[in-house]
């Protein structure tokens, strides 16, 4: 990828939704709602606090994570759809 996130930005890869129901119904691609589920791709270095450090952040690229639904601003790098969001929108780690 050409893109590196700055400060506490993060890029994300949205994971596809399910096709079917529990009860084997096809949800046609209209009807589908945007996941909000997906792959962390890049992280940025992280924020400054109050004395200038540069503090660290919690996710890291491959991490699998849970975020809001009208989170992040979505963008095309590379011809793939991604979404750019703050480390403060993903709501939790996803742990297998």
Known sequence: MSFRPLHDRVVVRRLDSEEKTKGGIIIPDTAKEKPSEGVI????????????????????????????????????????????MKESDIMGIIEA
């Open 41 to 84: 791709v890049a992280v940025g270095p992280g924020a400054r606090d109050d004395q200038g450090k540069i503090t660290a952040l919690d996710v890291k690229a491959g991490d699998r994570v849970l975020f809001g639904k009208w989170s992040g601003t979505e963008v095309k790098v590379d011809g793939e759809d991604l979404l750019i």
